[in-house]
């Protein structure tokens, strides 16, 4: 049988070897690798498509250990298991609270910040903080809702998408 | 025989007047009276609907005469001295504006009172006590139905009168009868929009032109797109009462305004917008509405997306079980534009009626 993969990668060297190193070593046949460095999401990881063949044992095998090295799968066979959920933050954010609600966010079930940005402003509670998050396909509206709790927990203003 | 066929000709084009009263002669009072001016020959020639303003009031008395008042003497009367009692002939000043509706015969009463958010009134109990009456309500008056929508509703159906109240949500653009008849056969699952105006200028502009929100606001009171207190418009009331309206009349969710979660835009800052327009996203004042939520929040819109409208302009998305997603826009203020949505219940009751 055949996986269609979506993955996402950071734009550093090395970083496709490390996601083919499993499948050779597990033996999974890859039929296809499509890799543009040029092509970027917004956040300027790079994302790859490869389809690799075996049995189902090889297969399952091979995505556990994509999993177990922290690779961002996007897509199975088309079917999303991500999702990038981004919110913004208003108040005052010294390094503490990004810290310990970084910390917070993560502890929510399968989700991951993934990236944050800062604005810090002369008034610190006009500062605004950009966060994106990697979460489990599905479950938006309940991360959604877990995200505003820890905002009104630390007195921010949570600003999520529609 | 010739005479009598001609004088059965000219009643049928004529027809019986639909005699309307007018409480409330501000913006949208006055737009209902220049559009029923205006669209006389229309109305008539369309729907053979012969409109008569039997009585107008306003804080300052009435006009009544039960053969019809002139639309234009109305408007000038009110532009002129600012009081709709000094109407020549007709004028009566200080009489109590649920009086109005025991002093001259009527069919539908137009009720576009100032509103209030705390107890509705006095819009609440005039039109109780038209329905009560028999009589046909059309209304733009948020506060009331953001109150006492189920009693208003129930005191409608009881009595057997129509009550129409589309220029309550998004002034000109078309949301309640759109959900009821045109998308008729779909469920619809919720509702998200921006339905206040005010706000998306003062966002749309603090995105363009990177502006503060203080500085953003006096603006808007200057050109007179804000209110010199804008506390209801800002903070997010304005758009929950029509989140709660929304809520009954199209997902028949018995809700009133306590039970909208609202934050309004004065926290919103130049940072976070700067933020948002990095990742390619836009801050809009969202009202939802479904079965798990009622909210209304600074919530974060793809530009481009159809919620990224700008300018002082309405939006709304139904989500519907057979048609997906339906997106309206229009314009959410304005004296004739509001009219316009007051007109089409006028005529929607007219159809029922005739």
Redesign the interface.
């Known amino acids: 049988m055949r996986f269609n993969l979506v993955l996402d990668l950071p734009d550093v060297p090395g970083q496709l070897l490390e996601v083919l190193e499993p499948m050779g070593r597990l033996g999974a046949n890859i039929v296809a690798v499509i890799h543009q460095r040029d092509v970027k999401t917004?956040r300027g990881t790079v994302p790859v498509q490869i389809t690799i063949e075996g049995d189902k044992e090889t297969l399952d095998m091979v995505m556990d250990a994509l999993e177990a090295k922290d690779i961002q799968i996007m897509a199975v066979d088309g079917v999303l298991r991500k999702e990038q959920i981004?919110?913004?933050l208003?108040g005052d954010i010294v390094e503490e609270d990004v810290k310990e609600t970084v910390t917070l966010l993560n502890q929510l079930e399968g989700v991951k910040v993934a990236d944050l940005?800062l604005?810090?402003?002369d008034d610190p509670k006009?500062?605004?903080?950009?966060m994106?998050m990697e979460a489990d396909f599905g479950h938006k509206k309940k991360i959604l809702k877990s995200i505003k709790e820890v905002g009104d927990q630390k007195g921010f203003?949570v600003?999520?998408?529609? | 025989m010739i005479m009598n066929s001609r004088k059965v000709q000219i009643l049928e084009i004529n027809g019986d007047p639909m005699k309307i009263i007018i409480l409330g002669f501000g913006a949208v009072g006055q737009g209902v009276a220049r559009v029923l001016s205006v669209k006389k020959d229309y109305l008539k020639k369309k729907y053979g609907l012969n409109p008569s303003i039997v009585a107008v009031g306003d804080r300052s008395g009435a006009a009544i005469n039960p053969d019809g008042l002139d639309e234009e003497l109305l408007l000038k009367t009110k532009e002129k001295t600012g009081k709709i009692s000094s109407f020549p002939e007709y004028g009566i000043p200080g009489v109590e504006s649920i009086n109005i509706l025991d002093e001259v015969e009527y069919d539908c009463l137009v009720e576009v009172t100032p509103t209030d958010i705390h107890d509705g009134e006095p819009a609440r109990s005039h039109m109780i006590k038209a329905m009560e009456d028999g009589k046909d309500v059309v209304t733009s008056n948020k506060g009331p139905l953001a109150l006492s929508f189920q009693e208003l509703a129930t005191t409608a159906q009881s009595n057997s009168v129509e009550f129409k109240f589309e220029a309550s949500v998004g002034g000109a653009m078309p949301i309640i009868n759109f959900a009821h008849e045109t998308l008729a056969g779909c469920s619809i699952e919720s509702i998200f929009g921006i339905l206040n105006g005010t706000t998306n200028y003062i966002l749309s502009r603090m995105a363009n032109e990177g502006s503060s929100y203080e500085q953003t606001l006096s603006e808007a009171q200057e050109l007179g797109i804000a209110e010199t207190d804008p506390y209801q418009d800002v903070e997010g009331i304005d758009a929950a009462c029509k989140i709660v309206i929304l809520a009954n009349s199209v997902l028949n969710l018995p809700a009133t305004l306590k039970d909208v979660e609202v934050e309004g835009i004065s926290r919103i800052t130049t940072e976070s917008i700067a933020l948002a327009k990095k990742e390619g996203m836009l801050i809009k004042l969202i009202g939802e509405a479904s079965p798990d939520t009622l909210e209304v929040s600074p919530r974060l819109v793809r530009q481009g997306s159809p919620l990224a409208v700008e300018g002082t302009l309405n939006l709304a998305t139904l989500k519907t079980d057979l048609a997906d997603e339906v997106t309206v826009v229009g314009k959410g203020a304005g004296s004739v534009e509001t009219a316009s949505a007051i007109l089409s219940d006028i005529i929607s009751v007219w159809k029922v009626r005739k």
């Open positions: 917004e981004t919110t913004i208003v940005d604005k810090m402003s006009n500062s605004a903080t950009k994106v203003l600003i999520n998408e529609v």
